[in-house]
Structures are given as structure tokens and as C-alpha cells.
């Protein structure tokens, strides 16, 4: 029913380009990006422990994940297009709840800003699904990765210095972003997508389409590194700075390294030219690899703590090849019949790594001091590795021209 009145500027309206979807997702990074190092020193201030900041971390994960498995539902009832404005709407909602800085909005603040996301995330997973060609795919996702490179490098470095000088300020040119985001969204005029036709209909409730998710092993492969590889951003966005402040490292170098880390997705399209080149199965497992050695370092080094994050540092490297290649295993294996259901499914490594790293980290600092959380990511991507290796080893290459040229 919400798919059947569409406005005619809509109806008509021209179809996407890869640039489009890419300033849509460089504007959503300047969002997150210039909050991504002040939200965890927030947390940390107002709850004062790494342990207490993991139980609000893990708390709205839990609540986020069911939220992003219900949004496909929500595009059902109404348009795909009030949805994602939704979505944007609710960033601001959690700006005016970190404003307000006390120990019960900051947590509110952490759930909205999560639900927005994952909200976002949702639908225009399903737009890029809409209009680009499979072949596009991996160009798409590093064009997205260029656009956002700025935001991402110079967003978490300025939101820690403008806390620095007010509190409230990173919240308040964030907030400015997702206006900013809303606006450039309806200037595009995506509307709902395109109309593909179904074998049976939409499926009613979450777990039909959960059911055909593991029954695909693909699909399940492509989701876990999605997971492991937001695990180890989370390791280092959120727990990277504390290590830093209970180190006596101060509370802007965790912010300066990312900055300096997130710049680096100016190479994305080298990578990813690179990686089709080589098939994506080894730009995984290298990159799997050589962030599974360095956060395990990390761990051994922490009697030096400047090592400690010199081995962080360089490990970030490998988590950005990992954002260049890491989701294309499950993108290339989507039906398009499910690309609405598997772009919800895919959407939950966020909320399941807002969960699993929170949880672990918890765990953790019970029984070893706060670096060992390092090691515990890297044995996660050594996992990781392992799996990779039962990929195709074509997967993503480019393939000989037909015409013999």
C-alpha cells in the first residue's frame, strides 16, 4: 500500500548515479563522523569506567538489532522515502539528548543515535540495490568510500577539540549535518525505489526472510565479515581513546589517529581496483590477516602504551581495505527478489557488533586489564581468515572481455 501512491515528480524523476548515493553517504558520515571520538569520551565522563560505558554500548545494541530486523516492515506500511527521512529526523533527537548530557539522556541519546543509523543504513542499502548494475557494485562502494573520506578524517579530530571549547558544540554542527542530509535527500528525489516484481509478496514478518538468510551460506559468510570487521572499528573508535586517557596519552590523541586512519579511505578506489585485479578473496584474507597480527601486538606491546597505539594505528589500514571489500562477498550474492529483507539482515552487523564488542569488552575487563581487548578482536579476525579462505577464488575479478579485446 505505501508503494502505490508516489507523487509524479517522483514517478518521473531521473534515475540515480553513482554520485548520488555517494553524497548521500559522505553527508550521513559528516553526521557520525564528527561524533564518532566525542561520544565515547561523553560516555566515559558521565559513567566513569570502560566497564560501565560497555553496558550502555551493549544495551542499546540489543534494543538496535530487533529495531533494524522491523525496518523493512516499516517500508511496507509506509513509503521507503518518510522512512529514511525518519531516520535522519531521529539523528536530531539525539543530538538535543547529548546536549543535555546527564546520565539518563546520554544513554537515550546512544539508542536514537543507533536507531537512526541502522535506519538510514536500511533503506539505502535498498536504494543502492534499486538502481546499481551487480558489476557497479564494488565501484559504488568505494565512490561512497571518497566522499566520505573528508568527513570521516577531519570529523573526529574536530569534534574532540570543539568539546573541548563547549560540550555541546560537536552535537550542535552534527546536528546541522543531518538538516543538511534530510535536504540533500529530497533534493535527489529517490522516492521508493524501484518496483520488482515477487514470487510470492513481501514477507510478512522478520523471521520468513531470516529463515532464507541461513539457508545461504554466502549470504551468511558475507554477513560475518561484515560483523568482525565492525567489531575491530569498534574496538578502535571506542576503546582506543580510553586506552589513551587511562594511559596518561590524554583524551585527543584516540581522535587525532582516527582522523589520521579515516584519510586513508581517499585510496579506497586503488583498492578497490586492486582488489578486483586480485579476486576478493585475497583482499580479504590479507587484510583479515595483517588486522589480526597487529591487534594482537597491540596486546603484547602495552607496557608500552605509545607502541600499543602505533600498532592500532597501522592495523586501522587493514580495516579500511576491509570496508572496501569486506561487504561485496554478501552484495554479490543477494537475489533481487530479497534485496529489501537481505539489506535489513545485512544492516544487523551493525547493531550485532554494537552488541558482541560491548559484550565481549565486559567480559573481558572482568578478568584482564582493558588491552587485552585488543587480542580478543584479533583472534576474531583470525577467524575471519579462516573463513575467507573458503570463498571462490574468482570472486569479484575482473572478468576477460567477451569481444576478445
Same mark, same amino acid.
Given at each position: 500500500?505505501?508503494?502505490?501512491?508516489?507523487?509524479?515528480?517522483?514517478?518521473?524523476?531521473?534515475?540515480?548515479?553513482?554520485?548520488?548515493?555517494?553524497?548521500?553517504?559522505?553527508?550521513?558520515?559528516?553526521?557520525?563522523?564528527?561524533?564518532?571520538?566525542?561520544?565515547?569520551?561523553?560516555?566515559?565522563?558521565?559513567?566513569?569506567?570502560?566497564?560501565?560505558?560497555?553496558?550502555?554500548?551493549?544495551?542499546?545494541?540489543?534494543?538496535?538489532?530487533?529495531?533494524?530486523?522491523?525496518?523493512?516492515?516499516?517500508?511496507?506500511?509506509?513509503?521507503?522515502?518518510?522512512?529514511?527521512?525518519?531516520?535522519?529526523?531521529?539523528?536530531?533527537?539525539?543530538?538535543?539528548?547529548?546536549?543535555?548530557?546527564?546520565?539518563?539522556?546520554?544513554?537515550?541519546?546512544?539508542?536514537?543515535?543507533?536507531?537512526?543509523?541502522?535506519?538510514?543504513?536500511?533503506?539505502?542499502?535498498?536504494?543502492?540495490?534499486?538502481?546499481?548494475?551487480?558489476?557497479?557494485?564494488?565501484?559504488?562502494?568505494?565512490?561512497?568510500?571518497?566522499?566520505?573520506?573528508?568527513?570521516?578524517?577531519?570529523?573526529?579530530?574536530?569534534?574532540?577539540?570543539?568539546?573541548?571549547?563547549?560540550?555541546?558544540?560537536?552535537?550542535?554542527?552534527?546536528?546541522?549535518?543531518?538538516?543538511?542530509?534530510?535536504?540533500?535527500?529530497?533534493?535527489?528525489?529517490?522516492?521508493?525505489?524501484?518496483?520488482?516484481?515477487?514470487?510470492?509478496?513481501?514477507?510478512?514478518?522478520?523471521?520468513?526472510?531470516?529463515?532464507?538468510?541461513?539457508?545461504?551460506?554466502?549470504?551468511?559468510?558475507?554477513?560475518?565479515?561484515?560483523?568482525?570487521?565492525?567489531?575491530?572499528?569498534?574496538?578502535?573508535?571506542?576503546?582506543?581513546?580510553?586506552?589513551?586517557?587511562?594511559?596518561?596519552?590524554?583524551?585527543?590523541?584516540?581522535?587525532?589517529?582516527?582522523?589520521?586512519?579515516?584519510?586513508?579511505?581517499?585510496?579506497?578506489?586503488?583498492?578497490?581496483?586492486?582488489?578486483?585485479?586480485?579476486?576478493?578473496?585475497?583482499?580479504?584474507?590479507?587484510?583479515?590477516?595483517?588486522?589480526?597480527?597487529?591487534?594482537?601486538?597491540?596486546?603484547?606491546?602495552?607496557?608500552?602504551?605509545?607502541?600499543?597505539? $602505533?600498532? %592500532?594505528? /597501522?592495523?586501522?589500514?587493514? *580495516?579500511?581495505?576491509?570496508?572496501? =571489500?569486506? #561487504? @561485496?562477498? &554478501?552484495?554479490? +550474492?543477494?537475489?533481487?527478489?530479497?534485496?529489501?529483507?537481505?539489506?535489513?539482515?545485512?544492516?544487523?552487523?551493525?547493531?550485532?557488533?554494537?552488541?558482541?564488542?560491548?559484550?565481549? $569488552?565486559? %567480559?573481558? /575487563?572482568?578478568?584482564?586489564? *582493558?588491552?587485552?581487548?585488543?587480542? =580478543?578482536? #584479533? @583472534?576474531? &579476525?583470525?577467524? +575471519?581468515?579462516?573463513?575467507?579462505?573458503?570463498?571462490?577464488?574468482?570472486?569479484?575479478?575482473?572478468?576477460?572481455?567477451?569481444?576478445?579485446?
Amino acid at each position: 500500500m505505501a508503494l502505490r501512491y508516489q507523487p509524479i515528480s517522483l514517478r518521473h524523476a531521473g534515475t540515480p548515479k553513482l554520485q548520488h548515493f555517494a553524497l548521500l553517504a559522505g553527508m550521513e558520515a559528516a553526521v557520525r563522523g564528527t561524533l564518532i571520538s566525542t561520544i565515547p569520551i561523553a560516555v566515559y565522563d558521565a559513567f566513569g569506567s570502560a566497564q560501565n560505558l560497555s553496558t550502555v554500548y551493549f544495551t542499546a545494541g540489543v534494543i538496535t538489532l530487533f529495531w533494524g530486523l522491523l525496518v523493512p516492515r516499516l517500508t511496507q506500511i509506509w513509503p521507503r522515502r518518510f522512512v529514511y527521512s525518519g531516520g535522519c529526523l531521529l539523528y536530531l533527537v539525539a543530538m538535543g539528548l547529548f546536549m543535555l548530557g546527564t546520565p539518563v539522556t546520554v544513554p537515550l541519546a546512544i539508542l536514537t543515535m543507533s536507531m537512526s543509523t541502522v535506519t538510514c543504513f536500511v533503506c539505502f542499502n535498498a536504494y543502492v540495490l534499486d538502481y546499481v548494475p551487480r558489476p557497479d557494485l564494488g565501484r559504488t562502494q568505494s565512490l561512497q568510500m571518497v566522499y566520505a573520506a573528508a568527513p570521516w578524517a577531519l570529523g573526529p579530530l574536530s569534534g574532540v577539540w570543539m568539546r573541548h571549547y563547549w560540550a555541546p558544540l560537536p552535537f550542535i554542527v552534527a546536528g546541522f549535518f543531518a538538516l543538511a542530509l534530510l535536504v540533500t535527500f529530497w533534493f535527489l528525489r529517490l522516492g521508493n525505489g524501484k518496483q520488482i516484481a515477487r514470487a510470492k509478496g513481501p514477507a510478512v514478518n522478520p523471521l520468513a526472510y531470516l529463515a532464507r538468510f541461513f539457508q545461504q551460506p554466502r549470504l551468511i559468510a558475507g554477513w560475518l565479515f561484515a560483523v568482525i570487521r565492525s567489531c575491530g572499528w569498534w574496538v578502535y573508535v571506542v576503546y582506543v581513546p580510553i586506552f589513551c586517557i587511562e594511559s596518561g596519552l590524554g583524551d585527543k590523541l584516540g581522535g587525532t589517529i582516527l582522523s589520521i586512519s579515516n584519510a586513508t579511505l581517499l585510496l579506497s578506489p586503488f583498492m578497490a581496483s586492486w582488489a578486483r585485479r586480485r579476486s576478493v578473496r585475497v583482499a580479504l584474507r590479507l587484510a583479515l590477516g595483517y588486522c589480526a597480527l597487529l591487534f594482537c601486538l597491540a596486546t603484547a606491546t602495552a607496557g608500552a602504551p605509545v607502541v600499543t597505539v $602505533a600498532c %592500532l594505528f /597501522l592495523g586501522s589500514f587493514g *580495516l579500511v581495505m576491509l570496508d572496501v =571489500a569486506g #561487504g @561485496l562477498p &554478501f552484495m554479490m +550474492a543477494v537475489k533481487p527478489s530479497e534485496r529489501s529483507e537481505m539489506a535489513a539482515v545485512y544492516s544487523s552487523f551493525r547493531d550485532v557488533s554494537g552488541i558482541a564488542t560491548p559484550g565481549m $569488552a565486559w %567480559l573481558v /575487563l572482568w578478568v584482564a586489564p *582493558l588491552n587485552f581487548i585488543f587480542a =580478543a578482536s #584479533g @583472534l576474531a &579476525f583470525a577467524g +575471519a581468515f579462516a573463513i575467507a579462505g573458503r570463498l571462490h577464488p574468482r570472486l569479484g575479478a575482473l572478468r576477460p572481455s567477451r569481444g576478445g579485446t
